[in-house]
């Protein structure tokens, strides 16, 4: 091979390692459930809005394409979430997402009845989050859990006792 044929092919193989690298300088953004939105509930089951925020400690802007979750409530599955709306979080910035939860009583049993009359929220969420980074899309999984305040729309809330 020609001088010039080596210098070529070196060029490439570096510049396909150094896009390589890049990958991995993707820092995960931090997903947390700031609060628990209660928007109406009624003898079937419910609407909630999980406010969850994203914190990008990159230094470049992440964009997101979609996010997907499981959400427990003491270990009732309560349901899942798909939001497939574009988002974005600037560098080194904050973005919160209101993500909307329908819900049925019929399997979450007393805990989340309990949970909606207590003000707070004891949660675990799973997950994954679809971004847009300057190399590439990525899939971020995530799992949080804790304890989340509840906000209720509308004023006091009547949370029905039986099925």
Known sequence: MEPRGWAGLLALVAGLGGCAGLGNTLKEPNVRLE???VRD???RGGNLD???DLDNPNAFDLRGTEVELG???EGSHVGDVRYADEFSVDR???TTLSLP???EWAGVGGALRTALNSGEIPYEMKGQIRLQTPW???SVPFTRE???PLTRVGGALSVPTGR
């Open 136 to 138: 590439g899309a990525h």
């Open 50 to 52: 999980l406010m969850v």
């Open 71 to 73: 959400f427990d409530v």
């Open 35 to 37: 609060r628990v939105v």
């Open 92 to 94: 080194g910035g904050r």
């Open 101 to 103: 939860l329908r819900f």
């Open 146 to 148: 804790g304890r989340a």
């Open 41 to 43: 509930v009624g003898l």
